[in-house]
């Protein structure tokens, strides 16, 4: 792997990770585009980068990580329990489902569940004037979907079906962002807030495949150019660290119709490429 190669790789790793477009998607398609097999030195590289990944969300978020915030931990592990128990049980049959066509067509499966989510969504709260009396007197009606705005208040009932829409994240091309994401706004968290809890959860998700992939891979990075794996890694920590900042300063303005319709066309490009 050339300097080039580990710093396009790092680059698609941190932009990729923490959107709800599916990052493991993206790396395959890049590193295709790049010319690179998917040995184990390149999955060893792979697992470098998403390490990079994890300490961009420590760094965005070192705040939490303090004692005050015990109960919105034991919820994010709560959530990681189902993807957790049925990545280590079906394991052999996950890996069995990784190939192109089956990342392309989640891409767009994918895009077209954001969009009749936000087709139903309601997170601002809307105020219906019912009756006006004497005085200007007003009798109105208020009506508010997202019940969460705060990623500290969700309930441990919430927390867990965030957990178990993660599971779907375990088909190639669905995205661990987007499902969370999507599980979360079912469950009646605000856009913000949903994205900062897929944030949060990524950590013991991203900690648990990566020191799998770590353990099974050790003996590759030896052979690791030390360079390129610098490279790598710090391009992936960037550009990471920028994108979570910048998608919640995106989701406090638009919905995630953008990424629906991304979704789908970038599936539908690769089924007319392979």
Known sequence: MDILQALVL???????????????????????????????????????????????????????FTFRHVELWKKVILAFIPVGAVGFLFSKQIKALFSPEIVAIMFIVGGIVFLIVERFYKEERATVTLAELPQGLLITYKEERATVTDVENLSYKQALWIGIAQVFALIPGTSRAGSTIIGAMLVGLSRKASAEFSFLLALP??????????????????????????????????????????????????????????????????????
Do not use: C
Request: hydrophobic fraction near 60%; aromatic fraction near 14%.
């Open 205 to 274: 998700v991203m900690l648990a495949a990566s020191g799998y992939d770590l353990l099974k891979h050790y003996h590759e990075f030896a052979g690791e150019s030390f360079m390129p794996l610098i490279v790598g890694f710090i391009v992936a920590f960037i550009s990471a660290y920028i994108a979570m900042r910048l998608f919640i300063r995106f989701l406090a303005h638009f919905t995630f119709v953008a990424f629906g319709i991304y979704r789908i066309l970038f599936g539908a490009l690769l089924l007319l490429v392979m």
């Open 10 to 64: 790092g680059l698609v790793e941190g932009i990729t990770e923490f959107l709800p477009i599916s990052s493991t998607g993206h790396l395959i398609i890049a590193s295709q585009w790049l010319g690179m097999d998917q040995n184990a030195e390149n999955k060893a590289f792979e697992v470098i980068i998403q390490l990079a990944a994890i300490l961009a969300v420590t760094a965005n978020y070192a705040d939490k």
